[in-house]
């Protein structure tokens, strides 16, 4: 079961960290995703980290707003939104697979429910 929280309400410019919680098995073994589905919108993958040698892969345009990151110990992923747009307003869920790291929710092994972020002033 993977469970996300860390969203809310937040106002343009701010930052979220959200997390991605397992329980049941370990999250070392699995390449872990993000991605986001806003109102109207397809969802679209986000960040994913790897299970082997932690690489990480961001969607192009949002580099540099978005780091996926892994506590072994803690067995969570999460990912670090700054400087957050209006347009970042979304559901966000997290997902994971055995297999390598994709932008395609629907090949993730288990995937969460989500949690919401939302940006407004």
């Known amino acids: 079961q993977l469970v996300e929280s860390g969203g809310g309400l937040v106002q343009p410019g701010g930052s979220l960290r959200l997390s991605c919680t397992a329980s049941?098995?370990?999250?070392?073994?699995?390449?872990v995703g993000w991605f986001r589905q806003a109102p109207g919108s397809e969802r679209e993958g986000v960040s994913c980290i790897s299970s082997t040698a932690g690489l990480t892969y961001t969607a192009e345009s949002l580099k540099g707003r978005f780091t996926i990151s892994r506590d072994s110990a803690k067995n969570i992923v999460y990912l670090q939104i700054s400087s957050l747009k209006p347009e970042d307003t979304a559901v966000y869920y997290c997902?994971?697979?055995?297999?390598?790291?994709?932008?395609?929710?629907?090949?993730?092994?288990?995937r969460g429910q989500g949690t919401q972020v939302t940006v407004s002033s």
């Open positions: 997902a994971a697979t055995s297999s390598v790291c994709n932008m395609y929710y629907d090949r993730y092994d288990y």
């Open positions: 049941g098995f370990g999250l070392d073994a699995y390449s």
